[in-house]
């Protein structure tokens, strides 16, 4: 090597492209798919899986009020479980145990209520303490102890299974007052009147789609005055279009069954309320840190075992919220309560885009992903598929959710 | 039979983007002790590895001959076959296993029924143990070995494949000063019995008291090969091959004015995590407000364990001494503190240590510092944004927007992600370690041009680097480091590469 010349440096900073230019347009759509495809590829397998439940059920059933009111119900406690497993798997954790947690909460709370006869408050309440210290218990083994997060749960799922035995007696409890059972099976309707239908349920879609569309716009104008690159303009009109009607349409079904459902409410507080957790604050993006390369996050001073810890301390919090659900849909206590619970919501996460090494993952994917399952079930269900193939298909989907996770990742590795 | 075991012709090996290997040269006599030389990065582990097939042929441009035939092998198995077995510094045993288990994986002792005969392998591993001279019962776990007995054991290993041609790549790195005379008596009877040796190495007295030959690498080509009949094996000798090229004018200028210490650290003792040695030994050194302090020393000085024991105790364990950051004692347990204190350290290895590489610039350069973004927890995603972009345009990051995934940017705008970051904690003091590893000429000037702007506006940096032109070009001050020890320290008027070689190199016993 003989002597180099220095470098042409330019001296000058680029000056900022103009604003304009940043724009995503319209043309660009197939661009802005395939950039997204890990998470777009998840919404159009769900249109993909309603409509074609749309078509093979008897009458199109499955999109009937009824029946959508129904999956709501039926499924509220796996996406509870399932926002928190996103976080525990964005951390590059995974919980064995929620299902046997679930089946814990409930039992204590259910041997409060029912056979010491204390208010139904007071068997909630102390099912969330038992959430929390179940998840303290697990966060100390993990975080401070350094065993992996597989072992700890596995031996939770044993432990706080056969804790729930022990505090039931083996044997099931119910029913709860009628109080306790609105958590799962009640409804907020006729606030506002309504012929036919409850206009009240409207008014809820349309304040959410005006929440929808204002806050899109505010991010849109923040991000265009920060030079961001924003979609094009009629592109984010047809984006706010398209979910304002999705949702709409949601809430029309609803207001023609029986209203709005109170676990409706609460499962939609806690998506808002962990989304933006995610996303953020301090912690939730603590979390993607360590999820996505745990030895450039310690050396960058996040406190790795305080954010472990917590994030299973948050994990028994919401097992013990899906655990008061589910004690309430089924109005009492059962020993085998929560079975194969944890299953269906690792596979919510994985199928929504988590991907399995860490780093990876949104509270809404894991939403769509559990729905998908759940829109899965429910649908198999009303065509009368039995059991035994409902199983093999949720597998196979399970699957190949996760081999095209595996896919992308290595499409983008060629073309680093 | 041909005097020569080996010759390799010509090799020219490219990784994309670099020419690691430009037409070397390299022949060894049988039956010698062949050692070569160079500074890190000169290309003698890429040569090993196309000698041993870990690039197989075709991989590679040139020819080698191996006892006096054309040679080319599609894998360490072809090689191994005809004895050319290749010790790697990283020893490749498994801790769990007993010795004969190693000794003979892949390779097994099956006796008649078709299962392994664990009599035979434990009587055959210990004839290989007594070769080598190592005094250890064949069952022990390898796991339970000191690392000078683990080479042994790799040795014996190698024997076991009735070896012809070792190639060991700094087999005494880690050892201590006993085993590895040990290991150098064991290569001069492994010579007797006709065995030919190829040694990398940097340290200078084991090679000028073992070595036959010595062959000199510099920038992947082939400088010179000495002889020890020729009375040419000396050490001033080997260095003046090693550093031998003119400094390159790549390095901006910069008015040099430092101002008052900003770091002192004294005394400062680490011992390995696992094993019983000191890494850092009573190393001291000081820092000013707008110096350029550079740390040189060879692989396995201590130099990155030194940094990252000082940035919160990132590494080793029964941590001793004192660190001072403008003259107020702190102490660093964590690296929040350290971060709080005003230290930062920017990692050798940023795939590894530094970057999150499935995220953006933006979250990157945020990570350590994400509480200045934060109001009661809640992170103002705008500013960040703002931040990022700031850095982008400061940094000169060539990167469609700040939402670009960081894994796929280049190597040196990468290293400016990780500058940006540890820009944002706003320190008093940056140690950059290796901070120009793998990225091309003009991301290093640019590099460079980044240094001289941050000790322009106060800030003391320490820079950690293998390339000693390097140091030369940005440094005012250099320390050497040798086997933790630091051996001296040299204002940059009189610091020269054969100089500071000289320190690097120098040996504990030497040591005032």
Not at chain 1, 114 to 120: A, L, S
Not at chain 1, 128 to 137: C, D, F, I, T, Y
Not at chain 1, 354 to 376: D, E, F, K, N, S
Request: with cysteine.
């Amino acid at each position: 090597m003989t002597t180099t010349a220095p470098p042409e440096v330019d001296p000058t900073p680029k000056e900022p492209a103009p604003t304009v230019a940043l724009h995503t347009g319209t043309s660009d759509l197939r661009a802005l798919l395939t950039r997204n495809l890990r998470t777009s590829g998840i919404y159009i397998a769900f249109v993909a899986i309603v409509a074609l439940f749309w078509l093979v059920t008897k009458n199109h059933v499955s999109l009937s009020p009824g029946n959508i009111t129904n999956i709501v119900l039926q499924y509220s406690y796996i996406l509870v479980l399932a926002i928190g497993m996103v976080l525990v798997i964005i951390a590059g954790h995974i919980d064995l145990s929620v299902g046997s947690v679930v089946a814990l909460t409930g039992a204590v709370s259910a041997v409060l209520v029912i056979k010491h006869g204390y208010p139904w408050w007071v068997g909630m309440l102390a099912a969330v303490a038992v959430g929390l210290a179940v998840g303290a218990w697990q966060g100390f083994w993990v975080a401070y102890v350094g065993i992996p997060a597989f072992i700890v749960t596995l031996a939770g799922m044993l432990l706080f299974r056969g804790m729930t035995l022990q505090v039931l007696g083996n044997i099931s409890l119910s029913p709860f007052p009628s109080e306790y059972g609105k958590v799962a099976t009640g409804f907020l309707n006729g606030l506002l009147g309504g012929n036919g239908y409850d206009a009240f349920t409207l008014l809820i879609g349309l304040i959410a789609v005006a929440g929808y569309a204002v806050s899109g716009f505010r991010t849109r104008l923040a991000r265009i005055k920060y030079q961001q690159p924003v979609e094009s303009f009629p592109l984010f009109v047809a984006r706010v279009v398209l979910v304002g009607v999705v949702v709409m349409y949601f809430a029309w079904q609803l207001a023609h069954a029986r209203g709005l459902p109170i676990v409706l409410i609460i499962l939609a507080v806690l998506i808002i309320a962990y989304g933006i957790i995610s996303k953020r604050t301090v912690f939730g993006r603590q979390i993607y840190a360590i999820g996505g390369n745990l030895a450039a996050a310690q050396l960058s001073g996040v406190k790795v075992k305080v954010v472990n810890f917590w994030i299973f301390v948050n994990m028994g919090f919401l097992a013990s919220i899906a655990g008061i659900i589910y004690s309430s849909r089924t109005n009492g206590a059962q020993p085998a309560a929560g079975n194969m619970f944890e299953l269906d919501a690792i596979a919510a996460c994985f199928i929504g885009g988590a991907a399995v090494t860490g780093g990876v993952g949104t509270v809404v994917g894991a939403m769509v992903g559990g729905l998908i399952m759940a829109v899965m079930s429910n649908g198999m269900q009303l065509m009368g598929i039995e059991q035994q193939i409902q199983s093999i298909v949720k597998g196979l989907v399970l699957l190949l959710a996760v081999a095209f996770d595996v896919y992308n990742k290595r499409r983008a590795g060629a073309s680093r | 039979m041909a005097e020569n075991i080996l010759e390799m012709r010509s090799i020219t090996k490219t990784f994309p983007g670099v020419k690691a290997l430009e037409n070397v040269s390299l022949d060894v006599r049988r039956g010698e002790i062949h050692a070569i030389c160079g500074e890190n990065g000169a290309g003698k582990s890429t040569l090993m590895k196309v000698l041993s097939g870990v690039y197989p042929s075709g991989d590679y441009e040139g020819e080698i001959f191996y006892d006096g035939q054309s040679a080319s092998f599609g894998g360490i198995r072809d090689s191994e076959h005809v004895g050319i077995v290749i010790i790697h510094q990283e020893l490749a045993l498994v801790p769990y296993l007993s010795i004969a288990e190693n000794l003979f994986l892949g390779n097994e002792r099956i006796g008649r029924s078709g299962l392994i005969d664990w009599n035979l392998a434990n009587a055959d591993a210990a004839k290989l143990l007594a070769s080598v001279g190592l005094d250890e019962s064949p069952v022990t776990p390898v796991g339970q070995l000191g690392v000078g007995k683990q080479q042994l054991v790799e040795i014996a290993k190698a024997l076991s494949k009735d070896v012809r041609l070792l190639i060991l790549d700094e087999p005494t790195a880690a050892l201590n000063d006993s085993d590895s005379a040990h290991l150098l008596g064991l290569l001069r009877r492994l010579k007797e019995q006709g065995i030919t040796s190829i040694m990398i190495s940097h340290k200078l007295n084991e090679i000028t008291a073992i070595a036959d030959r010595v062959t000199v690498i510099r920038d992947g080509r082939t400088v010179e090969t000495l002889s020890l009949s020729a009375g040419e094996v000396t050490q001033e000798r080997i260095i003046r091959g090693m550093v031998g090229r003119d400094l390159e004018s790549f390095y901006p200028d910069r008015v040099s004015s430092p101002g008052e210490e900003v770091l002192r650290v004294e005394d400062w003792t680490v011992w390995h995590p696992t094993q019983d040695r000191k890494v850092v030994d009573n190393a001291s050194f000081t820092v000013r407000a707008g110096e350029v302090v550079g740390i040189a020393g060879l692989m396995g000085a201590g130099r990155t364990e030194l940094a990252m024991s000082i940035f919160g105790k990132s590494y080793g364990r029964d941590i001793s001494g004192q660190v001072f950051i403008r003259g107020k004692e702190i102490k660093a347990r964590t690296v929040a503190e350290a971060i709080g204190h005003g230290i930062a350290y920017a990692t050798e290895d940023r795939k590894r240590y530094g970057l999150n590489l499935i995220e953006d610039i933006r979250r990157n350069v945020s990570a350590a510092a994400l509480g200045k973004l934060a109001k009661r927890g809640w992170v103002n995603g705008n500013e960040e944004i703002k931040v990022a972009e700031q850095s982008r345009r400061d940094m000169n990051i060539k990167a469609p927007s700040v939402l670009s995934v960081v894994g796929k940017l280049s190597g040196g705008n990468q290293q400016k992600v990780v500058l940006s970051k540890w820009l944002f904690t706003d320190p008093e003091v940056l140690i950059l370690d290796e901070p120009t590893r793998g990225i091309d000429v003009g991301a290093k000037y640019e590099i460079y041009t980044i240094i001289n702007r941050l000790v322009a506006s106060g800030k003391a940096v320490v820079v950690i680097s293998s390339e000693l032109p390097e140091l030369l070009g940005i440094c005012d001050r250099i320390y050497t480091l040798s086997a933790g020890r630091m051996t001296g320290q040299l204002p940059i008027r009189e610091a020269t590469q054969e100089s500071l070689m000289a320190l690097m190199t120098k040996e504990r016993e030497s040591v005032g």
